[in-house]
């Protein structure tokens, strides 16, 4: 997309939901932390569902060391590789209660050496939990990202990069909101939903759908790279 297209594309996503947010429930950074450690190769309703209780219990690593791995388990156990991300939370809220008085840190590159923390999650809380202009690229991200010509790229460092630098200053902090909800409910992997789609007409995606189908003439587009 050239500048004015990146320009119309955002203004149009901001005008259709101006207040956008996160779907994963939390109560304070460090529970934001937390969820967003859960939510790898998981849904955002199964971790909702398994910390609404979770975090009445232990929303600050102190009550979390308190409660104990095998207790975090039995939270935890409807999510995915549940074993393994209950040791991630335990050791990183270890580290925040020696290492930094029970606080999150407010730095990618701090936030990325606590267990369970990439970069990705580090975007996520630093945007959605300090309101940096970070942009944390997910499957869905990348594949927008690709598919509409707004920020090409083959990996999702690559398109973090391409965004950060195309994305104008002033939507940087609604971006990966943005970007994010309009993967998961409308530009879809396996069939976009072209026909109500807002930035449809800016979109470079060369086989769009229509309620049929796939538009007449167009042939249908290579499927892009997955994030991995």
Not at 55 to 63: G, I, N, Q
Not at 95 to 124: H, M, S, Y
Not at 167 to 187: E, F, M, Q, S
Request: aromatic letters at 6%; hydrophobic letters at 40%; glycine letters at 6%.
């Amino acid at each position: 997309m050239k500048p004015d297209q990146i320009e119309a594309f955002y203004a149009t996503l901001a005008k259709a939901n101006p207040n956008p947010r996160g779907e994963l429930d939390y109560i304070n950074p460090y529970t934001l932390l937390v969820a967003v450690v859960l939510s790898a190769q998981a849904t955002d309703s199964s971790v909702n569902k398994a910390t609404e209780l979770l975090f009445k219990v232990a929303d600050t690593p102190e009550k979390m060391l308190k409660l104990g791995e095998g207790k975090l388990k039995d939270y935890i156990k409807i999510i995915g590789l549940y074993n393994n991300k209950a040791k991630n939370v335990m050791a990183l809220s270890r580290i925040l209660v020696e290492e930094f008085k029970g606080e999150v840190p407010q730095d990618r590159e701090t936030l990325q050496t606590l267990p369970g923390v990439g970069r990705k999650t580090a975007n996520v809380v630093l945007n959605v939990a300090f309101g940096h202009p970070t942009i944390a690229v997910d499957t869905h991200i990348f594949r927008v990202s690709n598919r509409t010509g707004l920020a090409p790229g083959k990996d999702p460092h690559a398109i973090e990069l391409a965004l950060e630098k195309r994305t104008p200053d002033k939507y940087k902090r609604n971006a990966h909101h943005w970007l994010i909800l309009h993967g998961r409910y409308v530009c879809k992997a396996r069939k976009p939903e072209c026909p109500r789609c807002v930035v449809s007409e800016i979109c470079a995606y060369p086989a769009k759908t229509t309620v049929a189908g796939v538009l007449p003439g167009k042939k249908k587009a290579a499927r892009t790279t997955s994030a991995r």
